[in-house]
């Protein structure tokens, strides 16, 4: 009678270690998961798009650039002089006011040019780092569902393992077991305690990664509104989703403005090696005389003093006889042939990614249909046999054993 208790007692114990997960699950869908009110992987990229403290530094370098922009459209203020001139110990005056306007008769449009195609160039990384961050966003949300599912995978072997433990005691008690198979089991536990804990720190710290990413302070609680299996079955395929091409991708774009940025420099260097005229106008008034008198118109004597009016008008001329902007126009005849394969880089290295993505991502729906289909209750299956055999005194501890470190493999492979 004491035999057929202890049997009945672990094949109940090996049918209910398959609802230890579920119960896992709930656990920690009020602990780490909110179905109601957790953020989704669209909400945690939105938070960290508004609360990123580099992204907004960022995109305060396109203010910057938006009023270097500003600034180069600016035509050149005119240059105002005024003298004022007095004869030491004497009474001649002289007063003169002068004006200069230069042209930039071929500066100005160049220098628009660039800081137009800088602007431009700034805005595309501004993107750049949003996709860059969104993506960091994606990884860290992911990791902490991995994390999340590998520590439920664990807490079902822990308890699976404790029920186990309490089963063999009671069997080694009435005489049914050698105290060796307890012994092995109560190993394997604290083991397996150990490794829990360890991945209870893993999640831990991917929670924390993860409220980096969303730019929130580290101690935000964060609760994830989906599960790992969730999150998987509800995505798209690549081909589905519309896998950007290499050139519609914003740091290939980037790659592109730059060298705009470095065609429109070699224009520049150009121009400013070309004439440009300066005008100029001045008005001088001179109060002027000498010490002896001379004779009126009426003979009469008076003193020899006038005012004289003098305006003035003309233009400078700069002549590119040294100075043509040589060395300006090679240094931006460089740059551009840098920006060129710059971009040829940026084009290679947007097709591998997109290329290696849609791959990995085909096969790792290959995998998880595989594993996520009669593998997966297979496995279990199994694990439940080896246990049910054992408690039939058909296999031995080390089977069960091995057969659970065999499942808990095929866990972590499965969420991996």
Same mark, same amino acid.
């Given at each position: 009678m004491r035999w057929k208790v202890v049997i009945l007692s672990s094949v109940l114990a090996c049918a209910a270690a398959s609802g230890v997960r579920a119960q896992s699950t709930a656990r920690y869908q009020g602990q780490y998961i909110d179905p109601d009110g957790g953020l989704t992987v669209e909400q945690a990229i939105a938070m960290a798009l508004d609360n990123e403290p580099s992204? /907004?530094? $960022?995109?305060?370098?396109i203010e910057m650039a938006r009023g270097r922009e500003?600034?180069?459209?600016?035509?050149p203020n005119p240059l105002v002089s005024f003298e004022r001139r007095i004869e030491p110990?004497?009474?001649?005056?002289?007063?003169m006011a002068s004006v200069q306007w230069p042209l930039e008769l071929f500066r100005r449009p160049g220098r628009v040019a660039v800081a137009e195609r800088e602007r431009v160039a700034t805005e595309l990384?501004?993107?750049?780092?949003?996709? /860059?961050? $969104?993506a960091d966003v994606r990884d860290a949300y992911g990791a902490v569902l991995a994390a999340l599912r590998d520590l439920e995978v664990l807490d079902e072997m822990v308890a699976s393992m404790e029920r186990q433990h309490a089963l063999l005691d009671a069997r080694v008690q009435a005489g049914a077991s050698p105290s060796l198979d307890r012994d092995l089991v109560a190993v394997e536990l604290q083991r397996w305690r150990a490794d829990r804990l360890l991945q209870l720190g893993t999640v831990d710290a991917a929670f924390v990664r993860l409220t980096r990413a969303v730019g929130a302070a580290p101690g935000m609680p964060l609760k994830l509104r989906h599960t790992l299996e969730a999150v998987v079955h509800g995505?798209?395929?690549a081909d589905a989703i519309g896998a950007s091409a290499p050139e519609r991708r914003p740091d290939v774009r980037q790659a592109a403005a730059v060298r705009r940025v470095a065609e429109a420099r070699i224009e520049r260097a150009r121009d400013h090696g070309r004439?440009?005229?300066?005008?100029?106008?001045s008005y001088q008034r001179m109060d002027a005389g000498f010490p002896q008198r001379a004779y009126s118109a009426d003979g009469g004597l008076t003193p020899i003093r006038a005012?004289?009016?003098y305006v003035a008008a003309g233009a400078t001329l700069t002549v590119p006889l040294f100075n043509r902007s040589q060395g300006?126009?090679?240094?931006?005849?460089a740059e551009r042939q840098a920006a060129i394969a710059s971009y040829e880089a940026a084009s290679l290295d947007a097709a591998s990614e997109i290329a290696a993505a849609r791959v990995m991502d085909d096969r790792a729906r290959e995998g998880v249909r595989i594993l996520a289909g009669e593998a997966r209750g297979q496995a279990l299956e199994n694990l439940t046999v080896v246990r049910q055999s054992y408690a039939l005194g058909r296999a031995t501890v080390f089977d069960v054993l091995a057969e659970q470190r065999r499942f808990l493999d095929f866990e972590r492979a499965y969420t991996g």
């Amino acid at each position: 009678m004491r035999w057929k208790v202890v049997i009945l007692s672990s094949v109940l114990a090996c049918a209910a270690a398959s609802g230890v997960r579920a119960q896992s699950t709930a656990r920690y869908q009020g602990q780490y998961i909110d179905p109601d009110g957790g953020l989704t992987v669209e909400q945690a990229i939105a938070m960290a798009l508004d609360n990123e403290p580099s992204l /907004r530094a $960022a995109r305060a370098e396109i203010e910057m650039a938006r009023g270097r922009e500003r600034q180069a459209g600016l035509r050149p203020n005119p240059l105002v002089s005024f003298e004022r001139r007095i004869e030491p110990g004497g009474t001649d005056r002289q007063t003169m006011a002068s004006v200069q306007w230069p042209l930039e008769l071929f500066r100005r449009p160049g220098r628009v040019a660039v800081a137009e195609r800088e602007r431009v160039a700034t805005e595309l990384a501004v993107e750049d780092r949003q996709r /860059r961050l $969104a993506a960091d966003v994606r990884d860290a949300y992911g990791a902490v569902l991995a994390a999340l599912r590998d520590l439920e995978v664990l807490d079902e072997m822990v308890a699976s393992m404790e029920r186990q433990h309490a089963l063999l005691d009671a069997r080694v008690q009435a005489g049914a077991s050698p105290s060796l198979d307890r012994d092995l089991v109560a190993v394997e536990l604290q083991r397996w305690r150990a490794d829990r804990l360890l991945q209870l720190g893993t999640v831990d710290a991917a929670f924390v990664r993860l409220t980096r990413a969303v730019g929130a302070a580290p101690g935000m609680p964060l609760k994830l509104r989906h599960t790992l299996e969730a999150v998987v079955h509800g995505q798209q395929p690549a081909d589905a989703i519309g896998a950007s091409a290499p050139e519609r991708r914003p740091d290939v774009r980037q790659a592109a403005a730059v060298r705009r940025v470095a065609e429109a420099r070699i224009e520049r260097a150009r121009d400013h090696g070309r004439f440009d005229i300066t005008l100029f106008g001045s008005y001088q008034r001179m109060d002027a005389g000498f010490p002896q008198r001379a004779y009126s118109a009426d003979g009469g004597l008076t003193p020899i003093r006038a005012v004289f009016d003098y305006v003035a008008a003309g233009a400078t001329l700069t002549v590119p006889l040294f100075n043509r902007s040589q060395g300006e126009l090679a240094a931006a005849h460089a740059e551009r042939q840098a920006a060129i394969a710059s971009y040829e880089a940026a084009s290679l290295d947007a097709a591998s990614e997109i290329a290696a993505a849609r791959v990995m991502d085909d096969r790792a729906r290959e995998g998880v249909r595989i594993l996520a289909g009669e593998a997966r209750g297979q496995a279990l299956e199994n694990l439940t046999v080896v246990r049910q055999s054992y408690a039939l005194g058909r296999a031995t501890v080390f089977d069960v054993l091995a057969e659970q470190r065999r499942f808990l493999d095929f866990e972590r492979a499965y969420t991996g």
